[in-house]
């Protein structure tokens, strides 16, 4: 539990560092502007080049969906008949409230879906699919088809009611940190490279997580695919013989491990000697030693890494 209140302070701290960052250097930029044309301010570029700094208030995360231009109601009966549709055939991607799920977008946010009339827009969408951007064609009936149009309008009507506007966090928010000083710490300071390596279990992670996901994958990996390793653990007995396996559990009185055989086997902690190696420890350690500054380095360097 306290690791998990680590990782939770740990992404409110990355996420309002880098807002705040944001509006540190639009702030110093527009002094530049005032006092030199030949500024990277006064060309509209900030000093990381990545173009004008963004208000910090105008994350794409927090910019209003776009409103339905043509409201629309559907009976009861039809709407609850498209959610079980929609969270059979479309909940995996975009989410059971097509808010936004592991791969596919939040539809509440989608023009098409604003923009749609009965099905006009999405029924063509649902029967032939986008390939290109891995949505697949719907072997669906009318029935099924006009029914998941309504469950989606009515999860539209009910998210426009809301009035908030951000339902996530954009990867341009936690865009805040140096990619070079990043691999400085990785490969120095931060001991990072002696587990980890760039071509190897690294090779292509910001192109499998982005944003705040990429973050979660950094600080508190115990989730995700692939799933990290458990922690191996060692016995001894007091008549000195060692039992290795997988950590299964433990608590304050026992330690619980699986052997080789696939057995599990549970020790009192005050009758035995164990040693426990935890790979996830040292991520666990590091989230009392990252600078803010630190954190955000090295998401840029792992940013890169494409």
């Known amino acids: 539990m306290q690791q998990t209140l680590w990782f939770a302070a740990a992404v409110v701290i990355a996420l309002g560092v880098g807002l705040a960052q944001d509006s540190t250097d639009q702030a110093v930029n527009q002094g530049k502007a005032k006092g030199s044309k030949g500024t990277n301010a006064a060309r509209g570029t900030n000093a990381r080049g990545r173009g004008a700094p963004r208000d910090p208030t105008q994350s794409p995360a927090s910019t209003p969906e776009p409103k339905t231009v043509t409201p629309q109601t559907y009976p009861a009966e039809q709407v609850q008949a498209g959610e079980q549709r929609f969270v059979a055939q479309c909940g995996f991607c975009h989410g059971r409230d097509a808010g936004g799920g592991e791969t596919g977008p939040d539809l509440m946010r989608s023009e098409l879906v604003a923009q749609d009339l009965r099905g006009d827009k999405i029924a063509p969408l649902l029967k032939q699919g986008r390939a ?19 469950f989606i309008h009515d999860q539209k009507t009910k998210s426009e009611a809301l009035g908030g506007g951000r339902r996530s966090v954009d990867a341009s928010d936690f865009a805040t940190g140096d990619a070079s000083a990043g691999r400085a ?10 587990c980890h390596s ?39 007995l007091a008549s000195g ?28 902690k ?26 955000h380095n090295v998401y840029a360097f792992l940013d890169t890494l494409k």
Do not use: W
């Open 132 to 150: 290109g951007q891995g949505m697949p064609a719907f072997d669906l009936s009318d029935a099924d088809v006009n029914a998941i149009v309504a």
């Open 198 to 236: 760039t071509t190897g279990d690294l090779e292509g992670i910001a192109t499998r997580y982005r944003g705040l996901a990429l973050l979660e994958r950094m600080l508190y990996p115990t989730a995700g695919r692939p799933a990290p390793a458990r922690p191996k653990a060692t016995v001894t």
């Open 270 to 295: 005050k009758l035995v000697q164990y040693k426990i190696d935890d790979p996830m420890s040292a991520h666990f350690d590091q989230l009392g030693k990252y600078t803010d500054a630190d954190m």
């Open 185 to 194: 710490y990785f490969n120095g300071a931060g001991g990072c490279s002696g």
């Open 241 to 268: 013989e060692t039992i290795s396996g997988t950590l299964a559990s433990q608590d304050e009185f026992t330690i619980v491990i699986r052997d080789a055989s696939g057995d599990r086997q549970m020790f009192e």
